[in-house]
C-alpha cells in the first residue's frame, strides 16, 4: 500500500487498503465478523475507496514521500504482530483519526 501510494498508483494502493483490512478479518478469525464482513464488503470496498479518493485530494506529499493515511497501518501491524491488544487498540484509534481528519471538513 505504502510503496504503490509513493509511486503515484492509487488504484493499486487502494487494493492493496481492501486487502489489509480483509486480512484482519482473517486473522480475527470469527465467523461472526467474517459472515459480517462478506455481506459488507462491497460497502466496505465504497467506503475505502472514496476515502481515499478525498484523502488524496488534500495537499499532496512530495513525490516519493509516503502518505500518513497509509503509513498509518503500520502501528496496527506491528501491535498485532506483538499481540499486543492494547497497542492495536491504540494504533486503531489513530488510524480512525488520521482518516476522520483527512475526509471531514477537508
Same mark, same amino acid.
Given at each position: 500500500?505504502?510503496?504503490?501510494?509513493?509511486?503515484?498508483?492509487?488504484?493499486?494502493?487502494?487494493?492493496?487498503?481492501?486487502?489489509?483490512?480483509?486480512?484482519?478479518?482473517?486473522?480475527?478469525?470469527?465467523? &461472526?465478523?467474517?459472515?459480517?464482513?462478506?455481506?459488507?464488503?462491497?460497502?466496505?470496498?465504497?467506503?475505502?475507496?472514496?476515502?481515499?479518493?478525498?484523502?488524496?485530494?488534500?495537499?499532496a506529499s512530495a513525490p516519493g514521500q509516503s502518505?500518513?493515511?497509509?503509513?498509518?497501518?503500520?502501528? &496496527?501491524?506491528?501491535? &498485532?504482530g506483538e499481540r499486543d491488544a492494547d497497542g492495536a487498540r491504540t494504533a486503531?484509534?489513530?488510524?480512525?483519526?488520521?482518516?476522520?481528519?483527512?475526509?471531514?471538513?477537508?
Amino acid at each position: 500500500m505504502v510503496q504503490a501510494s509513493g509511486q503515484g498508483d492509487d488504484q493499486r494502493s487502494a487494493e492493496a487498503d481492501l486487502e489489509f483490512h480483509r486480512r484482519l478479518f482473517v486473522i480475527v478469525d470469527n465467523p &461472526i465478523f467474517t459472515d459480517l464482513y462478506d455481506g459488507l464488503s462491497h460497502a466496505l470496498r465504497s467506503e475505502i475507496v472514496e476515502r481515499r479518493r478525498l484523502a488524496i485530494e488534500r495537499p499532496a506529499s512530495a513525490p516519493g514521500q509516503s502518505r500518513v493515511f497509509d503509513t498509518v497501518h503500520y502501528g &496496527i501491524v506491528e501491535a &498485532i504482530g506483538e499481540r499486543d491488544a492494547d497497542g492495536a487498540r491504540t494504533a486503531m484509534n489513530r488510524h480512525f483519526t488520521v482518516w476522520s481528519s483527512l475526509v471531514t471538513n477537508p
